[in-house]
């Protein structure tokens, strides 16, 4: 327990845990390690002050997060993995390959490292950086658990999202946790040919399957479900895609966040211009559908998970970039 109350302040070495016999802190060391991430780079925004930080890990891998300041507090957008699996089309990060997972003593000290760098408290936590939280699961949900105890940083489950490219047994396994974390679902395309085609989780588990496990989420939670849709030009923008999206949502109790895609130099995907995001969104809102714009922050920094560290890595390790938007909660 006085271990885990130091963790819990973000001191990570056995010397500095001062309440614990110099024998007992010895032996410690030689038996254990806390794996820990440290700040590699850091960029501010000047338009918004927004945090991104390039963090290196014991192994002299990388991992990103973003600290966002909203009216409700500061939120941390977080890294579970080292690299990604999933090899979504859109995202850089996936086309770089997969490390290893990260042990929730990684995920933890982002926060903690947000927390010491700007003396502040994190209240909103969103598992939306490079990984996908739900393919490292028993590690996220040690992580979620660890977070929200009250002997720890007492961040409430319901300030957390967890975000998922559509693991359909993990959803419901999480489900069963009955957590009362936000689960976030990125969806991108109603069609499941072209989900695929951008999305090859799509090719084990179809749209109606994810739909299906989210039912099952707000069954099992009570908490309503929530679906990313990244607005990509002459991909799935136009007005059919937005009413197939109301037809696949109809009588669900969820809401969609629409992100406009933002584009990366070389990326392939083009933006939409401001007017066609919000008739998107408008056409959405006007058949009952709840359905917001996520506001795009740090966009002087390159804000978007992958970004910064695809930046570092293609110096160091050759990896690549990601596009994808950074979650407001
Ligand atoms: S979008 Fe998320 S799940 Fe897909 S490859 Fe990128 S990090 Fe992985």
């Known amino acids: 327990m006085q271990v885990f109350n130091w963790i819990?302040?973000?001191i990570t070495n056995f010397d500095e845990m001062t309440d614990i016999s110099k024998e007992l802190r010895e032996e410690f060391k030689l038996k254990y390690a806390i794996p820990d991430a440290v700040?590699?780079?850091?960029?501010?925004?000047?338009?918004?002050?927004t945090i991104k930080y390039l963090l290196k890990l014991h192994d002299a891998e990388f991992i990103e997060s973003v600290l966002m300041k909203y009216h409700h507090g500061y939120s941390i957008c977080i890294s579970t993995q080292v690299g990604c699996k999933m090899g979504c089309k859109f995202c850089a990060t996936g086309k770089g390959g997969f490390s290893r997972d990260l042990y929730p003593s990684e995920m933890i000290s982002q926060i903690h490292t947000a927390q010491k760098d700007n003396n502040i408290r994190v209240s909103n936590v969103v598992l939306m950086g490079i990984g996908e939280p739900l393919?490292?699961?028993?590690?996220?949900?040690?992580?979620?658990?660890?977070?929200?105890?009250h002997q720890g940083l007492n961040i409430g489950m319901r300030h957390i999202s967890v975000s998922t490219c559509g693991i359909v047994d993990k959803i419901y396994k999480l489900a069963d946790?009955?957590?009362?974390?936000?689960?976030?679902?990125?969806?991108h395309e109603t069609n499941d040919e072209k989900r695929s085609q951008i999305m090859p989780v799509n090719n084990k588990w179809k749209i109606g399957e994810i739909i299906k496990a989210c039912n099952y989420y707000f069954l099992k939670t009570n908490r309503?479900?929530?679906?990313?849709?990244?607005?990509?030009?002459?991909?799935?923008?136009?007005?059919?895609h937005a009413k197939s999206l109301i037809k696949l949502l109809r009588?669900?109790?969820?809401?969609?966040?629409i992100i406009p895609i933002n584009s990366i130099e070389g990326g392939i995907y083009g933006e939409c211009t401001k007017a066609e995001v919000i008739n998107f969104c408008n056409i959405l809102i006007n058949a009952g559908v709840t359905a917001t714009i996520r506001r795009t922050l740090g966009l002087d920094i390159n804000a978007s998970c992958g970004q910064l560290?695809?930046?570092?890595?293609?110096?160091?390790?050759?990896?690549?970039?990601?596009?994808?938007?950074?979650?407001?909660n």
């Not at 393919?135 to 105890?149: A, E, Q």
């Not at 009588?251 to 966040?257: D, E, L, R």
Request: aromatic share 8%.
């Open 135 to 149: 393919d490292n699961y028993d590690n996220t949900v040690k992580f979620l658990k660890l977070i929200s105890s």
């Open 8 to 10: 819990n302040k973000g």
């Open 224 to 240: 309503r479900v929530s679906f990313e849709y990244t607005l990509i030009k002459n991909v799935n923008d136009s007005s059919g």
């Open 39 to 49: 700040i590699e780079e850091k960029f501010v925004s000047k338009i918004d002050g």
């Open 251 to 257: 009588g669900m109790n969820c809401y969609i966040n």
């Open 177 to 187: 946790e009955k957590l009362q974390v936000t689960l976030s679902v990125s969806l």
């Open 309 to 328: 560290k695809a930046r570092n890595v293609k110096t160091f390790l050759g990896r690549n970039n990601k596009i994808e938007s950074i979650q407001q």
